[in-house]
């Protein structure tokens, strides 16, 4: 039965249910495990300052051409003439310390973009899972976690970084959303074994026929980041002293 003494977590598990969901008032946890958001957490390690998610490539060229370094990755593949793809191992590199990146994505970067009318939005990935968590139980506001998913269509990994995070802060929300419920049974069901498990995720066997299945052990790594990147004014940001958000 829904608390409501308690703050509501509920999961969109596509971004094509987002129009299903009123997301003023909330926080929305943006999901996209392999690889979107794990390697915008990436970056942030290795010192980026700000990253500017664009929904479309013909955005990203116009950014770079002003002097950006830009990624773009599309059907798991980096776009051509662009300075990276969207493998987390593309920014463990020194050179992008204290620069602007521009990211775009096939999924990741498109449901940033629909998530605009949430109060607050952060970047969320099983590599720093334990920091959203805690923001999120300090803040106490009612969380969404949306699924990137893989062009409109349900995707097993989000999904389970959305049970796993639920999981984590059961003691503070109300998780009585049947989206919610089924991602943590997903979760229960995998947590033990998590790789055996997404060998059988779509994803998990495009990244194999494209020959970068060590992308998905890397991302799969949980809380190894302490900070929470967090969506504002079209830029990701985290503060670069603290590692919280600014
Ligand atoms: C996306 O945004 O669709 C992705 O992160 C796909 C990928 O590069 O694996």
Not at 1 to 11: G, H, R, W
Not at 95 to 104: A, E, F, K
Not at 203 to 229: K, M, N
Request: overall charge negative; some cysteine.
């Amino acid at each position: 039965m829904e608390d409501l003494s308690k703050p509501s977590f509920e999961v969109i598990l596509t971004p094509a249910l987002i129009p299903l969901y009123d997301l003023k008032g909330k926080t929305a946890i943006i999901i996209d495990i392999l690889r979107a958001t794990s390697s915008m957490c990436v970056a942030f390690e290795y010192g980026v300052r700000n990253i500017i998610p664009v929904s479309h490539v013909e955005d990203a060229i116009i950014h770079r051409k002003s002097g950006l370094k830009a990624a773009a990755e599309r059907d798991g593949q980096k776009v051509d003439g662009f300075d990276f793809g969207n493998s987390p191992f593309d920014f463990m590199i020194d050179d992008l310390n204290g620069q602007s990146l521009v990211m775009t994505t096939t999924n990741g970067t498109k449901a940033i973009h629909l998530s605009s009318k949430a109060e607050k939005m952060y970047i969320g990935s099983f590599l720093n899972l334990q920091a959203v968590a805690d923001k999120i139980i300090t803040e106490n506001k009612p969380v969404v976690a949306i699924c990137s998913g893989w062009k409109d269509r349900f995707n097993l990994e989000d999904a389970l970084f959305a049970g796993a995070l639920a999981s984590q802060v059961s003691h503070v929300f109300d998780l009585n959303d049947d989206s919610t419920i089924a991602a943590i049974a997903l979760w229960n069901t995998a947590q033990s074994n998590l790789e055996a498990f997404m060998k059988n995720a779509s994803h998990a066997q495009r990244f194999e026929r494209l020959g970068i299945d060590r992308d998905i052990q890397f991302c799969l790594q949980q809380s190894i980041y302490p900070f929470v990147p967090e969506v504002a004014n079209g830029m990701i940001k985290i503060d670069a002293e603290t590692g919280n958000n600014i």
